[in-house]
Structure formats: C-alpha cells, structure tokens
C-alpha cells in the first residue's frame, strides 16, 4: 500500500522525494489496523479536525436538516443499541424466567401443599364479602389487565414462543390484534385503576400489629398455623399495592407510549417502554400467585367473587378477626341459591352498615 | 459476493439534498416518509459538514434484533431489507436504528403507525422482482435490473457512494490519499462493525476500511 502511495505521488522533483515519502507514511497510517495499533501515540499528534465533529456526531447532537419528523437532525443516536440491549440480553430472558420461575413454584407448590382446604368443612352458613360494585370493579379490572397481560407476553415472547409454532404470517395476524387489542384495552385499564384504588383502599391499609406478624409467619403458607388476618389479609394488601403503583407506572408510561401522534422522542419512548415492562413483568409476577390463591390454591376464595358471600367456616379459617365483627350477619347457603335477589340485596346492606 | 453498503463522503456533501428528492421520486415514497435525509453539522459555522443518512444496511441489525415478528432478512448483497405483510408497525425498529431509518407512513393516537418504510438499497423487497406488487410496497428494484441506487447515481459530486464494499471503501481511500485529510467513512463503525464488537458509545467512530 506504501509503494503504491509513492508511486502516486509526483517524484520529479529529486529534493521533495524524502519529504513526499513521509507525508505519503502518515497517511496511510491511518488504513493500516496494525501500524494504528503501534503508531497510535505518533498519530495521535496530528489533530484531525474531522474527528471531534464525529465524536460530536456520535453524541447524538442534533444539525439541522429539510426532513421534519421526530429526531430526524440526529445523524446517530447510540442508545437504541442501549435499549436494543435491555430489550434482548436482559428483558426477554430475565422476564422469561422470572415469570416461568412463578408458574413453576406455584406448580412445585401445589403439588407439595395441595389446595388448601376448609379445615372444618362448610359450615352450610355464608357471610357477605365483597359489594356488588366491588365484584364489577374486580372483574372489569380482571379482563381488562389478562387481555392486556397477554397480548403484551405474546409481542414480548411471540418471536421465540410462537413464531415456530404458527409461522410468521399467521404469527402476524396474531401480533396485529395484540398490538391493537393492547393499545385500545390500555385506556380502559386506565380508567379502571383510579376507580379500583379508591374502592378497595379502606380495606388494604396495613395494620402494622396483625400484618407484621402475618408477614414473619409468612401468612402460614410454609407451615405452621395461620396468623390472624383482617377483612384482608397482609398478602392480600401487599397485591392491591403492587397492582395499584404497579398499575398506575403501567398506565402512566404506557400512556405516553400508546400516543406517538405527540412526536415524542425515541429516549423518552425508550425510557417509557424500559419503565413499562419492568413493571409489567413484575405486576404479572405478582398477579399469578393471586391467581393461583384465588382459584385452585385455596377451597372456597373464588366464590367471594363470583356471588359475594364466602362459607363462614372459610371466613373464621382465613379471616378471624374479620368473622368475628360480620358473624351475626351469617345467612343460610340455601337462602342465598333460592332467593338470590332480595336477600343479596338486604345482605349487601347489612354488610355496608 | 458483493456486501452493498452506503458511504457519504463528508468532505464533498453539498446538502443539495437531490438524494432525498430522487429517493421520494424513484419508489414513490409516500407523503410524510422519508427514506433518505441530509444532515448538516454546524450550519453556517466553521467545519460545516452535511451528510446523507438512509438505512445503512448494517452488519447487525438492531431493527431485526429487535423486531417481535421477525419481519427482516438480509440478502444475500447484505442489503438489509423487511416483510411488509408481516410488520405490524409496533416501531420498535425505530426505537433501535441508531440512522432513524425507519419510517412510517402515520403516528396517529393508539400507536396507529402503519407498516414500516425505509430505504431499501432500491432493491424491493420478498415479492418477485420488478412486479407491480413489489413497486406499490417497497418502490423500485433496481438492483434486480444491475443498477446502484438512485440517490449516489444522482449524486452531483459523488459524495454518496453506494455498492460493493470493498469498492466503495477503495474508491474512497484513493480520495483520502489525494486530498490528504479526514480520513472518515461515517456510520461505518456502527452499522459495519462486526456483531459483538459494538459496545455503544465507547466504539470510536473509525475507518474501518475493510469488511
């Protein structure tokens, strides 16, 4: 490469040859990787009025350009390799198995402590648990977040999980409906989150005397007997604030990210995707215990919300301190299945006052 | 086999911006979409430079590291290129592309981008070559026909190279040698750097020279 330099460069006069060799060095040094590596310190010296602005370019500094659109005077923008980054190397797999780390705990446990029985059995006798509003709330809020839960999972982990299974066109369609499903559900989950936080607050503030000793008993779910426990127990309040700030980083971030029409800018649409995922994979962490509890985990917790009333004899298991203040107002299971209308209604009163 | 890249020689830029106009009018980008752009660093101070960024069509895409349906490929040119029928327009493309190549034809409420446009080194995209499929989608293919594309053929003072790598990089060499001064081929560090190599902002943007 050198002799070719040289024989470039005109030769006639005799006096300036030395010189011209030299200068024809210097040049190519910089095309050589390995007299890069050694001349570094020579080069080094000559300053490159070209390389700050590079540098400069790398920093993502803005120019001026014809084209309008978002960042569109960024020449490079380096940190989408960052979120590239989160996205590939720690998203995805850590997400993976912490969620499969959950399901697989739940299973390990199901299978070691089975469900958790009504150690008396029923009692034939319910007590009211939860209002009527509560119940829609809930299921609202239900739907709205498994839509959202998995139409996110299946854009998060599709790629890997069903793309293989399905093929990419018909993975598309899938994905399509997802994303769209995800974007339009979103603002109803948004809607429901406020009205949720204020709905169930009076009964998931923490009692520090019987929560604390529920937590250090681990609410008996390792062993040992079940700590006292009030309408809702510590594991229970713990679920409604992690689902509710949880709930509303969801929604804040996922707002921002849901309306590109604000031209907002890829670092903050990063930082907003980077800040909802996080807390997505850990609400839905979360949210599989509760689902778990709620259905096969415990004997007698779903019909609390699916007819309001739980089994008395459940109540004074699980929630004794709860029993013991709503007790009087016990109705018979039969009254309840018969004459469902009127006396849910006077039961719901009840339970109100 | 010829690994097709960009290189925008900033010494000669002009911001003419005929690139982006032969780009609009070649594949018929739609209004709004603008596959190729002119930057210009320090406007109207000393070491003004401008440079014309499209896709460059990197080694290790991070539009396709990153895309949740799998909707690029690279050719067997090394040109880097996407499925419409399967992009759902999530930009999570954009988010990533250190170019902002990507583009959508919208950014409407509900994330309602539409399917995503870039620069596709005039060579269409997975339908046959030349149909009229492939011309609503992607625009030309000039590739197929054994043209460069339009933008660097356009160019007026040859700032813009576009082919074979080891063309280009030769071609932009000798200028180096003759013009005794800044010896960089932008971009290259980023798009052209060999997968595992790029460590973010501590990846000096150097002439790589080679491939």
């Known amino acids: 490469m050198n002799n070719n330099k040289q024989r470039r460069i005109p030769c006639s006069a005799a006096r300036y040859s030395v010189l011209m060799a030299l200068v024809a060095l210097m040049l190519a040094l910089p095309f050589a990787p390995q007299a890069r590596a050694e001349g570094g310190e020579a080069t080094g010296k000559v300053v490159n009025p070209g390389t700050e602005l590079w540098r400069e370019a790398r920093d993502a500094i803005k120019g001026t350009t014809q084209v309008e659109g978002v960042d569109s005077g960024v020449l490079i923008y380096d940190a989408g390799e960052r979120w590239r980054q989160y996205r590939m190397q720690q998203l995805v797999p850590y997400g993976a198995m912490l969620l499969g780390g959950m399901l697989g705990i739940l299973v390990l446990y199901y299978l070691i402590r089975g469900k958790i029985r009504i150690e008396a059995g029923r009692s034939g006798k319910v007590v009211r648990r939860y209002t009527a509003s509560e119940m829609v709330v809930h299921w609202f809020l239900a739907i709205t977040f498994v839509i959202l839960a998995l139409s996110g999972l299946i854009l998060l982990f599709g790629r890997w999980a069903l793309i293989p299974v399905l093929g990419p066109e018909v993975f598309s369609i899938v994905a399509v409906v997802s994303k769209n499903l995800h974007n339009y559900v979103g603002l109803l989950f948004s809607a429901l989150i406020p009205i949720a936080f204020f709905l169930y607050l009076k009964d998931s503030l923490f009692n520090f005397k019987v929560d604390g000793k529920w937590f250090r008993r681990l609410g008996g779910y390792l062993g040992g007997e079940e700590p006292s426990a009030e309408k809702v127990n510590a594991g229970q309040k713990s679920w409604y604030w992690v689902a509710m700030l949880g709930g509303l980083v969801l929604v804040a971030s996922g707002l921002f990210l849901d309306f590109p029409n604000f031209q907002q800018s890829r670092e903050w649409l990063q930082s907003a995707h980077i800040i909802h995922t996080i807390a997505a994979v850990g609400v839905m962490a979360f949210f599989v215990v509760h689902l778990y509890l709620a259905t096969v985990g415990v004997e007698g917790a779903l019909e609390s919300m699916v007819n309001g009333h739980v089994d008395a004899n459940w109540a004074k298991q699980h929630h004794d301190l709860w029993y013991e203040q709503v007790k009087d107002t016990a109705i018979d299971a039969q009254t309840l299945k018969s004459g469902e209308g009127g006396s849910a209604i006077g039961e719901r009163k009840a339970a109100d006052a | ?211």
């Open chain 2, 1 to 211: 086999m010829a690994r097709m890249k960009f290189l925008c020689d900033a010494e000669r830029c002009i911001e003419c911006n005929a690139c982006v106009t032969a780009c609009k009018n070649e594949n018929d980008v739609p209004w709004g979409v603008n596959r190729r752009r002119v930057v210009t660093i320090n406007d109207g101070s000393p070491g003004e430079r401008s440079m014309s960024v499209a896709c460059m069509h990197c080694s290790d895409a991070p539009c396709a590291a990153v895309c949740p349906v799998d909707c690029f490929y690279t050719t067997d040119d090394g040109v880097v290129l996407h499925d419409k029928d399967v992009c759902i327009g999530c930009g999570y493309c954009f988010y990533a592309c250190p170019f902002g190549a990507p583009q959508f034809p919208a950014t409407g409420a509900f994330g309602s981008r539409g399917k995503m446009d870039k620069c596709t080194f005039c060579a269409g995209g997975p339908e046959a070559d030349n149909s009229a499929e492939e011309r609503r989608k992607y625009g030309s293919n000039r590739l197929a026909e054994g043209k460069l594309p339009l933008c660097a053929e356009m160019c007026a003072t040859r700032a813009l190279l576009a082919g074979d790598g080891d063309t280009v990089s030769d071609i932009f060499r000798e200028r180096v040698t003759w013009r005794g001064s800044s010896g960089l081929t932008w971009g290259w560090g980023v798009a052209y750097s060999k997968p595992g190599l790029r460590r973010g902002r501590d990846v000096e943007g150097k002439a790589t020279g080679q491939d």
